[in-house]
C-alpha cells in the first residue's frame, strides 16, 4: 500500500498539489518528493528605497528624542530644582528602561508584526513625551518617570528597525543603507540640541520643544503605516535558516557562538566607549560651554540666560555637520583602505579613537583660556567619533553569520548602553557634584569641577582604541568562518546535533547513490 503525499495547501508550487488518494505524485518507493521551496518574497526596489527613507527619518526623530532634553537642561534643572548628579540621572532612567524593555520587545519583534510593534513603540513615546511638557514644578519624579517611557518606547525602533532594513535589502546594498540609517545618529542628536534650544529662545518655554516633537512623530507614525511593509524575517538573505527553514539553533546557541566570536567581542567593548563618551558629551557638553562662557565675562551666570540656549544651538550644529561628514569619510575611508589592507575597518575606528582622546583633553583643558581653540579640537573630536558609527556596522556584518546578527545587533546595543551612555551622564554629574562640595562655592570652581569630570572620557575613548586594534588581530579568521559557512547555504551556526543529523543525512544519500 502505498503512502500518499500531503497537500501542501493553496498556493503551492506552480498550484499542483497533491490531494488524498491520488498517488501519481508519489515514488516507486512510497515515499514522497520534498517539498518544493516556496517563491521568494520580492519587493519593487523604489519601495524598498522608500521604506527605507521612512526608517531612517523616524531614526532620526528617535535620537531627537534621546537629547532634547540636553538641549534645555539648563531650564529643566532651574524648572524642577535639581541639581548635576539628579540632572544627569535623567538621561540614566531613558536609557535604564530603553535596555529593560529592548528583550520585550526584541522577542514581540521575533514572533509578531514588526511594523506593529513599530507603532506601538511611537505612539508610546510621543505620548509620554508630550504628557511630560505639562507635569507640575512640585513633582520632578513624575517628570524623571516619563523620560523612563519615552525610552521605553524608544527601544522597539532601536531594537526592530535594523532587522526590517536588513529583510529589504540584499547583503550587498544593505551595508550602504545602514550607513545611510546610522547616519541619523549623529545628526538626530545634534537636532535634538537644535530643537530644543531654539524652540526655548524663541517661545521662552522650554517646553514647548516637547510639544512640538509629537507632531514630527505622527507624520512619522503615518508614513510607516502606509509605505513600510513587514518583510518576512529573512527574506532577502541567501543564506542559513531564515531563508530555508531548517537548522534553527537555540538562543543560547548563539549567545555562545557570539562569545567565542573575538572580533564580535572586542569591538562592541569599543562601540560601549563611544558610547560611554558621547553620552557624557551629548549631555554635558552645552552646560559646559555656558559655564565657559561666563567664566570667559561673556555671557551672566544666570540660569535663566539666553545664553545656554545659544550654546546648545551651536553645539547640536557642530554635532550635525561633524556627524554627517565623519559617518561619509569613515565608510569611504574603509571602503578604500579595505582593498589594500583586509584590516581596514577595525584600523580606521582604532586610529580615529585614539586621534580624538588628545582632541578631547586639549578641547577641555583649552576651555578656561581660549574658546576658540577648545571649540575646535571639540568639533575635532566629534568628527572622529563620528567615523565609525558606519564602520562598526559593516564589522559586524562581516564577523556574525547572518542567521545571528539580529542577536549580535541586540547584545551590542545592550552591552553599549549598559556599561557605556545609560551611566555616563550621572557618573560626570555625580563626579562634578563631588568635586563641588569640597570647594569654594564660586561660578570658576564650578566650571572647573565640570571640566575635570569630563577628562574621564579622554581616558575612556583611548580604551575603546584599543579594543579595535584586539579586533583587528581576529577580523580575518572571523571572517574566514563566516565566508566558509556561506559556501554551505544549509549550514546556518550549526551545534553538534545539526552537525550529526547532517553527516546522519550525507551518509544515507552516499549509500542511495552506489551503484
Known amino acids: 500500500m502505498s503512502a500518499e503525499c500531503p497537500d501542501p495547501g493553496p498556493g503551492g508550487p506552480q498550484s499542483q498539489s497533491l490531494r488524498p488518494g491520488r ?28 521604506a527605507a527613507a521612512v526608517l531612517c527619518y523616524i ?18 534643572q532651574k524648572f524642577f530644582r535639581i541639581s548635576d548628579s539628579n540632572a544627569g540621572l535623567l538621561q540614566t532612567v531613558f536609557i535604564g528602561c530603553l ?12 514572533r509578531h508584526s514588526r511594523k506593529a510593534t513599530l507603532s506601538f513603540g511611537i505612539l508610546l513615546w510621543s505620548g509620554a513625551g508630550l504628557s511630560s ?35 529589504l535589502f540584499v547583503r550587498e546594498q544593505r551595508t550602504r543603507v545602514l550607513a545611510i540609517f546610522y547616519i541619523f545618529i549623529p545628526v538626530g ?28 512623530e505622527a507624520v512619522a507614525l503615518i508614513l510607516l503605516i502606509l509605505l513600510v511593509p513587514d518583510p518576512p524575517r529573512g527574506a532577502t538573505e541567501k543564506q542559513g535558516e531564515e531563508a530555508t527553514g531548517t537548522l534553527r539553533s537555540s538562543w543560547c546557541e548563539d549567545i555562545r557562538y557570539l562569545g567565542r566570536n573575538w572580533s564580535f567581542m572586542w569591538s562592541t567593548l569599543g562601540v560601549t566607549s563611544m558610547a560611554f563618551v558621547t553620552g557624557a558629551l551629548g549631555f554635558w ?22 545664553g545656554s540656549s545659544q550654546d546648545s544651538l551651536i553645539f547640536g550644529i557642530l554635532t550635525v555637520v561633524t556627524g554627517i561628514i565623519g559617518v561619509i569619510l569613515g565608510a569611504e575611508a574603509a571602503r578604500r583602505y579595505k582593498k589594500v589592507n583586509p584590516r581596514a575597518e577595525p584600523l580606521i575606528c582604532a586610529s580615529s579613537l585614539l586621534a580624538a582622546a588628545p582632541c578631547l583633553y586639549l578641547a577641555l583643558i583649552l576651555a578656561p583660556t581660549t574658546l576658540l581653540a577648545s571649540y575646535v579640537f571639540l568639533a575635532l573630536g566629534e568628527l572622529l567619533l563620528s567615523c565609525n558609527w558606519a564602520v562598526v556596522a559593516d564589522i559586524l556584518l562581516s564577523v556574525v553569520v547572518p542567521r545571528c546578527r539580529g542577536t549580535a545587533e541586540a547584545l551590542q546595543i545592550t552591552v553599549g548602553h549598559v556599561l557605556g551612555d545609560a551611566g555616563s551622564p550621572y557618573l560626570t554629574g555625580l563626579i562634578s557634584s563631588a568635586l563641588r562640595a569640597r570647594r569654594l562655592d564660586s561660578y570658576l570652581q564650578r566650571f572647573l569641577s565640570l571640566q575635570q569630570s569630563f577628562l574621564c572620557c579622554a581616558f575612556v575613548i583611548t ?9 583587528a588581530l581576529y577580523l580575518e ?10 559556501q554551505q547555504p544549509d549550514t546556518g551556526t550549526l551545534d553538534s546535533k545539526d552537525m550529526e543529523s547532517q553527516g546522519l543525512l550525507s551518509g544515507i544519500s552516499a549509500s542511495t547513490e552506489d551503484p
Open 23 to 50: 498517488h501519481y505524485g508519489t515514488l516507486v518507493s512510497g515515499q514522497c518528493p520534498p517539498p518544493s521551496t516556496p517563491a521568494p518574497w520580492s519587493l519593487p526596489r523604489w519601495r524598498a528605497y522608500v
Open 59 to 76: 531614526n532620526l526623530l528617535n535620537y531627537m528624542n534621546w537629547f532634547i532634553i540636553a538641549g534645555v537642561l539648563l531650564d529643566v
Open 99 to 110: 535596555l529593560l524593555s529592548a528583550p520585550l520587545f526584541g522577542y514581540l519583534g521575533d
Open 133 to 167: 511638557s505639562f507635569i507640575s514644578p512640585k513633582y520632578p519624579w513624575l517628570f524623571f518617570l516619563s523620560r523612563g517611557v519615552v525610552g521605553t518606547g524608544t527601544a522597539s525602533y532601536s531594537t526592530i528597525a535594523p532587522t526590517v532594513l536588513g529583510d
Open 189 to 216: 542628536s545634534g537636532l535634538g540640541y537644535v530643537l530644543g534650544s531654539a524652540v526655548a529662545e524663541l517661545t521662552g518655554n522650554w517646553r514647548w520643544a516637547l510639544r512640538i516633537m509629537p507632531c514630527l
Open 285 to 306: 557638553a552645552p552646560k559646559f560651554l555656558f559655564e565657559a562662557h561666563v567664566v570667559h565675562g561673556l555671557q551672566l551666570p544666570d540660569f535663566q540666560e539666553p
Open 463 to 471: 580604551l575603546g582604541g584599543g579594543c579595535f586594534l584586539l579586533t
Open 477 to 486: 579568521r572571523d571572517q574566514a568562518q563566516v565566508q566558509a559557512q556561506a
